[in-house]
């Protein structure tokens, strides 16, 4: 599958037939009809329906014109920024992250994009999950970062990278053996849990691992704030279980913590970048895109995002 393919594709639906699309394209048709048949090829799936009074994009052929639009929309406004000076992008950005993703992503794309891109104007939106991805579905936000590939199912989305989950506690906790390396679901049922509330796509994750093995957590409180969660782990009143990211914010929230590892449950939590529809990309909404995933490959290479397994290039 090559772009120009796609743009063959995309012109052929919006024509409504081959032979409008070749006129327009100057492209004859036999060949065109090529291009498209390799594709379909490619695919595996029939993209078209053709008839006498032209032809219509299949389910399949819908669902790949949708993002077909948006990658040609991201190549043009790709080619725009290439061809620019970085200080002439102007715009403001609005991206939706997690707290816990805050902690580990929001500073760091603070300082590129005001170092490369001083023109647009980043707003950064916290907030659950769930009310991230409302956000995106309503078109208030342009970028997010959310946990699931069907938070906002009619938008464009890619996988970023995967994090592994730990067990989180103070150091001088005699909750768990200092000799520990690692824990296990039934070890850790038996342990005064601090969880967020069950709004939270991470509680759920955690809670179907602990319900799949008939264990039943022990929870002594329920806090969505991540800072004052954090901090009553601190000071010993529970443990939690989150991702790395959530003590990067501050060197602070780090020190004092043991991070082990659940040697027992592939407990991990997927992110995905999310990006609005094709008609209201703008050059800064491509430029943040694009400097938002080269600060997570930058946090994840240099070690300072650590439990971390990237899945985008």
């Known amino acids: 599958m090559n772009l120009k393919q796609l743009q063959y594709f995309v012109r052929i639906v919006e024509c409504g037939s081959l032979a409008k699309a070749s006129r327009q394209l100057y492209i004859a048709q036999?060949?065109?009809?090529?291009q498209l048949s390799k594709l379909e090829e490619?695919?595996?799936?029939?993209?078209?329906?053709?008839?006498?009074?032209?032809?219509?994009?299949?389910?399949?052929?819908?669902?790949l014109l949708q993002h077909a639009r948006f990658m040609l929309r991201q190549?043009?406004?790709?080619?725009?920024?290439?061809?620019?000076?970085?200080?002439?992008?102007?715009?403001?950005?609005?991206?939706?992250?997690?707290s816990t993703t805050l902690c580990a992503l929001g500073a760091p794309l603070m300082r590129r994009m005001r170092d490369k891109y001083p023109g647009i104007v980043l707003?950064?939106?916290?907030?659950?999950?769930?009310?991230?991805?409302?956000?995106?579905?309503?078109?208030?936000l342009d970028l997010a970062v959310l946990f699931g590939r069907d938070e906002a199912p009619d938008l464009p989305h890619e996988a970023l990278l995967e994090e592994d989950l730990f067990l989180m506690l103070p150091e001088d906790s005699?909750?768990?053996?200092?000799?520990?390396?690692?824990v296990r679901c039934d070890e850790i049922s038996q342990l005064p849990l601090i969880l967020p509330t069950g709004i939270h796509g991470l509680r759920r994750r955690i809670a179907h691992e602990f319900e799949q093995r008939n264990l039943q957590m022990n929870v002594v409180a329920e806090i969505d704030s991540l800072s004052l969660l954090m901090l009553c782990v601190k000071e010993g009143m529970g443990v939690t279980i989150k991702p790395m990211s959530a003590t990067m914010m501050e060197d602070r929230m780090a020190q004092g913590l043991r991070y082990l590892p659940i040697s027992d449950a592939r407990l991990r939590r997927p992110n995905f970048?999310?990006?609005?529809?094709?008609?209201?990309?703008?050059?800064?909404?491509?430029?943040?895109?694009?400097?938002?995933?080269?600060t997570i490959q930058h946090l994840v290479h240099t070690g300072q995002w650590k439990?971390?397994?990237?899945?985008?290039p």
């Open 30 to 34: 036999p060949a065109l009809s090529q």
């Open 42 to 63: 490619e695919v595996g799936k029939t993209l078209l329906i053709r008839s006498a009074k032209g032809v219509v994009p299949t389910p399949n052929g819908a669902a």
């Open 75 to 98: 190549l043009e406004q790709a080619l725009v920024i290439a061809r620019q000076e970085p200080g002439s992008i102007q715009g403001m950005v609005s991206v939706g992250l997690a």
């Open 123 to 140: 707003n950064i939106v916290e907030g659950l999950s769930g009310h991230i991805a409302q956000m995106m579905r309503l078109t208030q």
């Open 174 to 182: 005699d909750l768990v053996a200092a000799r520990r390396k690692s």
């Open 273 to 294: 970048l999310y990006t609005t529809d094709h008609e209201r990309l703008t050059p800064a909404t491509i430029a943040v895109h694009s400097e938002l995933k080269a």
């Open 307 to 312: 439990g971390v397994e990237l899945l985008s």
